[in-house]
């Protein structure tokens, strides 16, 4: 048996951190884009308008990269931190794949572009390159040691698993910025990540404070009640985000793995299914999903063949990321596939950011001794 903490990836509490092989080009939809430079505006519209620069009904992008939603032609649908869905040129962005390529050659320009230097240091981190991120956010801090280069550096530290350095970012970076929702709950997210659950709702709460329709806000309280297995207040701070950005597809799959958590299984299963249609090439969701369909107490549930085809998708995805690796075995074992399921858990142990993993290891164990996964 294992614990419900299994449905939820590293990716859920930070960027993501591993995307092993980019995706392929003929499509922008589920890739991750990076602004080309700073002033760059949203349309907040159903459809692209073309809105001139500096329009009054654009609004002015703030983070560095965002995820694609859907495309028209010359245009994309990103989605701000708030849940603000709109349109962007694609002249205005450039892809996760050639994000480095493009910003080096920025720095090459003019080597204190802090800008240039800040977005291809989370090029970097998306790419799982850390140390090549930490180096560029560096010298973004010495050019201009700011609330945002700290915040930023803070991901690099998180991302890399020391979480100490990312608790110190991220404190300088809302003592520079008097609290800012976002560093709030890049600080919560970080003592997620190393076990220290009150303090993660605590500063997810202080974000709130600061900004009391923050979709984040109240997703990243609903974790740490979710993994205190406080589950009636984590489904109320996950449907509370899903109210104020009804696509929040990760909110709905976390959601689901509270309803798990409190046995009510068709309820999970809906959520996940949600999830997946408000965004198919989101590899995290589709493995946590995966991860559900394939270890589900409740037979009545469990849907080896559906998890397998599914983790097969993602995996074609991002063929190195190991949260993906273990829904794969998972979904494997499920259909008595123990000798495939091994060889993905194998795999997926390389992965240096699992190692000293005992939850991973025993997944192995548990497979060699022919035994699927099972949430308890």
């Given at each position: 048996m294992?614990?419900?903490?299994?449905?939820?990836?590293?990716?859920?509490?930070?960027?993501?951190?591993?995307?092993?092989?980019?995706?392929?080009?003929?499509?922008?939809?589920?890739k991750?884009?990076?602004?080309?430079?700073?002033?760059?505006?949203?349309?907040?519209?159903?459809?692209?308008?073309?809105?001139?620069?500096?329009?009054?009904?654009?609004?002015?992008?703030?983070?560095?990269?965002?995820?694609?939603?859907?495309?028209?032609?010359?245009?994309?649908?990103?989605?701000?931190?708030?849940?603000?869905?709109?349109?962007?040129?694609?002249t205005?962005?450039?892809?996760?794949?050639?994000?480095?390529?493009?910003?080096?050659?920025?720095?090459?320009?003019?080597?204190?572009?802090?800008?240039?230097?800040?977005?291809?240091?989370?090029?970097?981190?998306?790419?799982?390159?850390?140390?090549?991120?930490?180096?560029?956010?560096?010298?973004?801090i010495?050019?201009?040691?700011?609330?945002?280069?700290?915040?930023?550096?803070?991901?690099?530290?998180?991302?890399?698993?020391?979480?100490?350095?990312?608790?110190?970012?991220?404190?300088?970076?809302?003592?520079?910025?008097?609290?800012?929702?976002?560093?709030?709950v890049?600080?919560?997210?970080?003592?997620?990540?190393?076990?220290?659950?009150?303090?993660?709702?605590?500063?997810?709460?202080?974000?709130?404070?600061?900004?009391?329709?923050?979709?984040?806000?109240?997703?990243?309280?609903?974790?740490?009640?979710?993994?205190?297995?406080?589950?009636?207040?984590?489904?109320?701070?996950?449907?509370?985000?899903?109210e104020?950005?009804?696509?929040?597809?990760?909110?709905?799959?976390?959601?689901?793995?509270?309803?798990?958590?409190?046995?009510?299984?068709?309820?999970?299963?809906?959520?996940?299914?949600?999830?997946?249609?408000?965004?198919?090439?989101?590899?995290?969701?589709?493995?946590?999903?995966?991860?559900?369909?394939?270890?589900?107490?409740?037979?009545?549930y469990?849907?080896g063949?559906?998890?397998?085809?599914?983790?097969?998708?993602?995996?074609?995805?991002?063929?190195?990321?190991?949260?993906?690796?273990?829904?794969?075995?998972?979904?494997?074992?499920?259909?008595?596939?123990?000798?495939?399921?091994?060889?993905?858990?194998?795999?997926?142990?390389?992965?240096p950011?699992l190692?000293?993993?005992?939850?991973?290891?025993?997944?192995?164990?548990?497979?060699?001794?022919?035994?699927?996964?099972?949430?308890?």
């Amino acid at each position: 048996m294992f614990a419900l903490s299994i449905l939820l990836a590293p990716a859920f509490l930070a960027l993501p951190d591993r995307p092993a092989e980019m995706k392929p080009k003929d499509t922008w939809v589920g890739k991750i884009v990076f602004i080309r430079h700073s002033g760059v505006e949203l349309d907040p519209a159903p459809e692209p308008r073309g809105l001139p620069p500096n329009a009054d009904e654009g609004v002015l992008l703030m983070a560095n990269q965002y995820r694609v939603y859907s495309e028209r032609t010359d245009y994309v649908q990103i989605k701000t931190r708030e849940g603000m869905l709109g349109w962007v040129k694609k002249t205005e962005l450039v892809p996760l794949e050639d994000a480095v390529a493009f910003f080096s050659k920025q720095i090459e320009a003019n080597p204190e572009d802090y800008g240039a230097l800040s977005r291809r240091a989370s090029a970097w981190r998306f790419r799982g390159e850390f140390d090549a991120a930490l180096k560029d956010m560096n010298e973004a801090i010495r050019l201009s040691a700011d609330a945002a280069a700290y915040n930023n550096r803070g991901l690099v530290w998180h991302a890399k698993r020391d979480y100490e350095r990312a608790i110190a970012d991220f404190s300088r970076a809302i003592e520079l910025s008097q609290g800012s929702a976002l560093q709030f709950v890049n600080r919560a997210n970080t003592w997620l990540a190393s076990g220290e659950l009150d303090r993660a709702a605590a500063d997810a709460t202080r974000a709130l404070d600061v900004h009391p329709l923050y979709p984040e806000g109240y997703r990243v309280r609903g974790l740490a009640h979710l993994r205190k297995k406080e589950f009636d207040k984590a489904i109320a701070d996950f449907t509370r985000a899903i109210e104020l950005d009804a696509k929040h597809a990760e909110a709905h799959a976390e959601r689901a793995a509270a309803w798990s958590g409190k046995r009510d299984h068709a309820r999970a299963r809906d959520d996940f299914n949600h999830a997946l249609r408000l965004e198919p090439a989101n590899v995290t969701v589709t493995a946590s999903a995966v991860l559900w369909l394939a270890s589900c107490p409740d037979a009545k549930y469990r849907d080896g063949q559906r998890a397998l085809d599914l983790a097969r998708t993602a995996q074609q995805r991002e063929r190195g990321n190991s949260f993906v690796l273990q829904a794969l075995a998972a979904a494997h074992a499920e259909l008595g596939q123990f000798a495939e399921a091994e060889r993905w858990q194998e795999q997926a142990l390389q992965d240096p950011l699992l190692k000293g993993d005992k939850s991973a290891r025993a997944r192995l164990e548990s497979y060699r001794n022919k035994r699927p996964l099972r949430l308890d």
